[in-house]
T-cell receptor
Framework: AQSVTQLDSQVPVFEEAPVELRCNYSSSVSVYLFWYVQYPNQGLQLLLKYLSGSTLVKGINGFEAEFNKSQTSFHLRKPSVHISDTAEYFCAVSDSPGTGRRALTFGSGTRLQVQP | GAVVSQHPSWVICKSGTSVKIECRSLDFQATTMFWYRQFPKQSLMLMATSNEGSKATYEQGVEKDKFLINHASLTLSTLTVTSAHPEDSSFYIC????????????????FGEGSRLTVL
């Protein structure tokens, strides 16, 4: 069984400040990790994913995340946030990277609130 | 990226009626689609896995007779909420993994825009 923990339900931050959204996972098998962003009343958009290779993954909109196997973490970072980054962010895990047979397990989400 | 479309994006219905939500993969084929439910300010909870040409697999606690899923083609899955009640009001989101074209092997699930159901 897999699980994802997002410890911070809300993260307030000022515009142009750096931000880190934390994600920890547990799994008994190899994992594949994802970060999604959800704007109000919309579906999910993929920010980035880790399937294999380099542990530092760069995504869209200036976001990046680092896979740390020893700490079972996949924290999301951005060096300078904008008002438009205000949204809900979900970390997700899968034990199947590309077959499409397995659903994702989502964390509880972190609300990023960027203030001017 | 690949596109998944849901319709309707929002629907209001009376208690006791049935509502159908469609999920379409627009530029790729998807043998498997997933239906999620999201309550306000909460995460997505998997309801069921929809497989083309076979019965859906429901997660524990999800009533299969309440939430009917039909995956009749490689690009369409439907979720029907039967005899809807106010407690069924929620945001329903579908997702699909590409099994053809440019979506193949990306390891990514593509999500629809979601459908907000309000039962009065």
């Amino acid at each position: 069984a897999q699980s994802v923990t997002q410890l911070d339900s809300q993260v307030p931050v000022f515009e142009e400040a750096p931000v880190e959204l934390r994600c920890n996972y547990s799994s008994s098998v190899s994992v594949y990790l994802f970060w999604y962003v959800q704007y109000p009343n919309q579906g999910l958009q993929l920010l980035l994913k880790y399937l294999s290779g380099s542990t530092l993954v760069k995504g869209i909109n200036g976001f990046e995340a680092e896979f740390n196997k020893s700490q079972t973490s996949f924290h999301l970072r951005k060096p300078s946030v904008h008002i438009s980054d205000t949204a809900e962010y979900f970390c997700a895990v899968s034990d199947s990277p590309g077959t499409g047979r397995r659903a994702l397990t989502f964390g509880s989400g972190t609300r990023l609130q960027v203030q001017p | 990226g690949a596109v998944v479309s849901q319709h309707p994006s929002w629907v209001i219905c009376k208690s006791g009626t049935s509502v159908k939500i469609e999920c379409r993969s627009l530029d790729f084929q998807a043998t498997t689609m997933f239906w999620y439910r999201q309550f306000p300010k909460q995460s997505l909870m998997l309801m069921a896995t929809s497989n083309e040409g076979s019965k859906a697999t429901y997660e524990q606690g999800v009533e299969k007779d309440k939430f009917l899923i039909n995956h009749a083609s490689l690009t369409l899955s439907t979720l029907t909420v039967t005899s809807a009640h106010p407690e069924d009001s929620s945001f329903y989101i579908c997702s699909a993994a590409g099994t053809s074209g440019r979506a193949l092997g990306t390891g990514e699930l593509f999500f629809g825009e979601g459908s907000r159901l309000t039962v009065l």
